[in-house]
């Protein structure tokens, strides 16, 4: 069964930085497409990054350039840096595993996922 236990959520103001950790369990990390999702009040689920099984990453429009994805296999962790956070990043992140992804022109449009976690708050004040 696939795990994951998401940390290092919190409150910050705009132009801040925090970073997310995610320790999978029940898999090997290095096997699957994994990534970060949101979803804020109101607003559909967004794919955030998508990391590959290949070592490419996809980010959507909203976070490139800020956030950066990334994963260690050997201890089966991934994180999320969020840098220059906005108000808009407010909401719950998940760490996932991804079935597959969307993307175009490099950019990702979409994911469909397998398995996340309980998610964790992000808070962005203005």
């Known amino acids: 069964q696939l795990e994951f236990v998401e940390s290092g959520g919190g409150a910050v103001q705009s132009g801040g930085s925090l970073r997310l950790s995610c320790s999978a369990s029940?898999?090997?990390?290095?096997?699957?497409?994994t990534g970060w999702f949101r979803q804020a009040p109101g607003k559909e689920r967004e794919g955030v990054v998508a990391i590959l099984v290949d070592g490419s990453s996809f980010y959507s429009d909203s976070v490139k350039g800020r956030f950066t994805g990334s994963r260690d296999i050997a201890e089966n962790t991934q994180w999320l840096q969020m840098d220059n956070l906005k108000p808009e990043d407010t909401g719950i992140y998940y760490c996932?595993?991804?079935?597959?992804?969307?993307?175009?022109?490099?950019?990702?449009?979409?994911?469909?996922?397998?398995?996340w976690g309980q998610g964790i708050q992000v808070t962005v004040s203005s």
């Open positions: 029940g898999f090997t990390l290095g096997h699957y497409n």
């Open positions: 996932a595993q991804i079935n597959s992804v969307t993307a175009v022109n490099g950019t990702l449009k979409s994911v469909d996922l397998g398995s």
